[in-house]
């Protein structure tokens, strides 16, 4: 993608969505930071009906801590990988207790030192949770950064570095919820809807898919 093509791509995100969020249900920095670890390899769908049963019982790390892995383990029970989860985020509750009195960390480094906290659930933190100008690159933007052109690489962190140089700075701070959003409802995997996608005159990809035919009505 040319350059002179991110920021009029990024105007046409915004003006369609103007202050995007996260799908993923959250009322504390530890509830989001909880919620992400869970929703690694599952759907954001999945995870909040499971934080719909759990939050109301633990949603602080002492609750967490008293529930116990195998406590924890029947409220997320239906996500993917739930018992390493339930693992990774005991042990992740206890550190916060000793080394951060409880709170979750405005820090990069002290995130990612935590169990099941890796870089992407570090970035969603410090975006969503402090508005740190982070990019969180999950599997859509990963696809959409190298289907557009926008930021191609072979690597999650390959996607984000090129992303942080150039996505203009004034669209920094929203910039991965809208890629996020375009990459799960209009650049699909499979098949991209090229035929309704607003920024479609300003992206890489070719050939760009048709619409699809109407079926005809039976008689």
Known sequence: MKKENIAPFFA?????NPAPETELEYTTPFELMAAVLLSAQ?????VNKATRRLFPVANTPQAIVDLGEEGLAEYIKTIGLYKSKARH?????????????GEVPNDRAALEALPGVGRKTANVVLNVAFGEPTIAVDTHIF???NRTGMAPGK??????????KRVPPEYRL???HWLILHGRYVCVARTPKCWECAVAALCDYKPKTPAPKAKAKGR
Do not use: F, I
């Open 12 to 16: 046409l995100l915004h003006a369609a």
């Open 155 to 164: 690597t999650p962190l390959e996607v984000e570095k090129k992303l942080e």
């Open 174 to 176: 929203h910039a991965h």
């Open 42 to 46: 599952a759907t954001d769908v999945g």
């Open 89 to 101: 985020l005991v042990e992740a509750s206890r550190l916060l207790l000793e080394r951060h009195g």
């Open 143 to 145: 696809r959409v950064g």
